[in-house]
């Protein structure tokens, strides 16, 4: 009577952290091996954390064997108060017993759930977010044996916000940590005292030295070369699960997939539709195509209201893109510059869209550019000159290419298209545009080490004037630094001489930080470089 469930956490791997009390009435007859039982186990007000969901549940029920066989009576999973007030699956079922093992099983689950908690997300995670399913009025059912066991049926979802991260970095983090690796040497277990590897490793290991024992826990010293020194991962009855599942949007289902975090580059999607899902051991499919509606945007720049779909063919995160994205916004032309040229009549502002055709994968996305302008009263697509650079100048500047000035050119290059080059998405059309606006330019790389965009990316601009080779950088946006300038110049040029093609003069100007010491370092210098190809 009343035993309190901290007692059985530790024979359970799936949860931790247990509470309640278990009431407990059987009997048992028969022999060992062939047991009978006949009673009651009862369990009121457990609270527990499942470890694969990472979210806390609660559960009561009562379990009544009859022979082999052990029913569930009124047994309930819910939802803690505080993560969803309405989240309750029933359980019914039975589960059948040999000896004192679990033979197998055949349980049905009606109700819904939250199975997918922000506030609870780990950093290895692809998918992150709030989401909260339903079964149908059938159910889901589940049936097998630990070794194997099939879960069938149709997932409604009532609700879901889910994120998924970039799939490449798009910003570099400098890793200051040294990675140590311990080789087994030649020393045996018999000999004094501990092995000099291991004692190293001690040493310069982050967590410090170790005063009670100088082995690291990665040190082996057994003397058993076949071992694996790698940790074994143990396996749940949860991977022996083969998933056939219906998925269907009933509520609110909105995803982002995240292209840039550092210019806030994504696509948002309200998402309908429905899909299946099928996973047998470690192959795992979901197919289907859902609707993007028109509560969607994608934001690059500006933001653009999307439509479209998505098409699932496999991968559950890299769906196929099939997304139209435009945004309205209104041209007023320089009316100062139109006097001065001395047009009589003054334009009317015009509106504009620019339209973003997104296909290809979500980690291989592509996109296309258009233009439309207004003309007579109506929308009409730019088909002739330069329409992606005109649609890029516009987001940016609210004019076009023909019309920036030298002044908004060179606003152009320090600002807000050096920080949009960090996208995933645009960087190719970003990038003919600056090399078709600026003819010297050749590459443009932006490097992140964290901390506010504002503050520390470096920028990397890299031309060619001649035959001369120009990098200007750094990072430009502090206060405290200056930028990076290195010129490379063939002596042949100066010489005007092929004999001296592999003879470069560098000029070169450095102001860097040395974040160490937060020291600022600044240097001039001059060289001379041969250049040796093989």
């Known amino acids: 009577k009343g035993v309190r469930l901290e007692l059985i956490d530790p024979f359970f791997d799936e949860v931790s952290s247990m509470t309640g009390l278990l009431v407990c009435d059987v009997r048992i007859r028969g022999s060992t091996q062939d047991p009978l039982y006949e009673g009651f186990v009862s369990v009121h007000n457990a609270r527990f954390l499942f470890v694969p969901l990472n979210i806390q549940y609660t559960l009561n029920g009562r379990f009544v064997p009859s022979g082999r066989r052990v029913g569930f009576e009124n047994v309930t999973i819910k939802n803690v108060e505080t993560d969803r007030t309405d989240g309750s699956i029933n359980l019914a079922g039975t589960f059948a017993l040999q000896g004192i093992s679990l033979k197998e099983f055949d349980l049905l689950a009606v109700g819904q759930l939250l199975v997918m908690k922000e506030s609870t997300r780990s950093p290895d995670q692809t998918l992150y977010g709030n989401l909260a399913v339903a079964t149908s009025p059938s159910g889901l059912r589940w049936h097998g044996s630990l070794d194997r066991s099939h879960l069938t049926g149709e997932v409604f979802v009532r609700n879901a916000s889910l994120t998924f991260p970039p799939t490449r970095a798009s910003f570099i983090i400098p890793n200051r940590a040294i990675s140590i690796s311990f080789v087994n040497d030649t020393l045996t277990a018999e000999s004094s005292g501990p092995q000099p590897a291991a004692l190293f490793a001690s040493v310069v290991s982050p967590r410090g030295i170790d005063l009670n024992n100088s082995r690291t826990p990665s040190a082996r010293t057994n003397g058993d070369n076949n071992s694996n020194n790698g940790t074994t991962q143990s396996t749940s009855f949860l991977d022996n699960i083969v998933y056939d599942l219906s998925i269907e949007t009933q509520g609110i289902t909105q995803v982002r997939f995240v292209f840039n975090p550092l210019t806030n580059e994504e696509l948002f999607a309200d998402l309908k539709g429905r899909l299946a899902f099928t996973k047998i051991n470690d192959q795992t499919r979901l197919t289907g195509e859902v609707e993007v509606t028109n509560r969607s945007y994608y934001n690059f720049i500006q933001k653009f209201e999307a439509t479209g779909k998505l098409l699932f063919i496999g991968d559950p995160i890299n769906p196929e893109l099939d997304v139209l994205a435009r945004y309205e916004g209104v041209y007023r032309p320089d009316t100062t510059a139109l006097l001065r040229a001395n047009q009589s009549e003054t334009p009317k502002d015009q509106r504009v869209v620019v339209i973003l055709e997104i296909t ?68 190719g059309p970003l990038s003919d545009f600056l090399r078709r606006e600026f003819g010297v330019i050749r590459s443009v790389d932006v490097l992140f080490y964290g901390g506010g965009f504002e503050q520390t990316p470096d920028i990397r601009v890299t031309g060619e004037v001649g035959d001369a080779v120009i990098r200007f950088g750094g990072r430009v946006f502090s206060d405290r630094l200056g930028p990076n300038v290195n010129i490379q110049l063939p002596m042949s040029s100066v010489l005007n001489s092929d004999r001296w093609r592999n003879l470069i003069l560098e000029l070169e100007r450095r102001d860097e930080l040395v974040e160490t010491f937060d020291e600022r370092r600044k240097s001039n210098s001059a060289r001379l470089v041969y250049r040796i190809n093989f």
């Open 360 to 427: 290809g994968s979500r980690s291989e996305p592509k996109v296309k550019i258009g233009l439309e302008r207004e003309q007579d009263g109506r929308l009409v697509r730019v088909t002739d000159g330069d329409s992606e650079s005109d649609a890029i100048a516009f987001l940016i500047s609210g004019t076009f290419r023909d019309e920036l000035s030298q002044q908004q050119r060179s606003t152009l290059l320090g600002g807000n298209i050096l920080m949009g080059l960090t996208s995933s998405v645009l960087s």
